[in-house]
């Protein structure tokens, strides 16, 4: 019996933000949570350079079977939901995006930065990093990512793969704005493939 691989996480959003929300995917029609557990949040982390590998560890080593663990999860979950919302292009539910900007917000409340003074090569330069001191903080890089995102960039550019079987977003940086699936190589093969199939269907039906 071949081994099952378990799907990977995906990294078409073109920003962080798409990233986290693309964490929660569609398999064979049934939702799968790619967030599953606290090692799983932190592998993310690392692959999207939001903690290096050495940090992974040492987080894991400290806050794996603490109290807050099952917390996080939850948590994180939970600010993908409201991120989800607020990436929406014209979202018109004011109480509900108060209540996201709300937990957005808090997140980013806790935030605490390091800076430190680096001589190199005769000139100085400034080196920061987040600090985490629960295991809540892991996600403030992800609500600061929101602020860049939501702030800076155009959500009407914010699109969903046009499969519809799949939910993955991604922002459309495309030179004419027509990028269409999450893949080319996967959805958009897909799709070409049943369009012709399609196709051939209909040619059968006329000839018959």
Known sequence: MPKKIAPEFYFIGNHPVLDFVNTKI???????????????LLDWMVKSNLLTEVERNLYR???????EEAGIVEAARLLRDHLFHLIQPGSVNETLTQASLQYVNGLLKEQIFRTTLIAKDRAY???SRMLFRKPLDLLTPVAS???DFLTTYD?????????PACVLRFYDN???????WCS???????MKVAAYLERQKQQQIKES
């Open 26 to 40: 569609a398999v064979n029609g049934e939702p799968l949570d790619l967030l599953d557990t606290f090692d799983s």
């Open 155 to 163: 959500l009407k550019l914010v699109k969903k793969c046009e499969n």
């Open 174 to 180: 495309s030179k004419n704005g027509t990028r269409r």
């Open 145 to 147: 990512s929101a602020v």
């Open 184 to 190: 080319p190589k996967t959805c958009g093969n897909r």
């Open 61 to 67: 080593a400290a806050w794996s079977g603490a109290e």
């Open 125 to 127: 330069s400034r080196k």
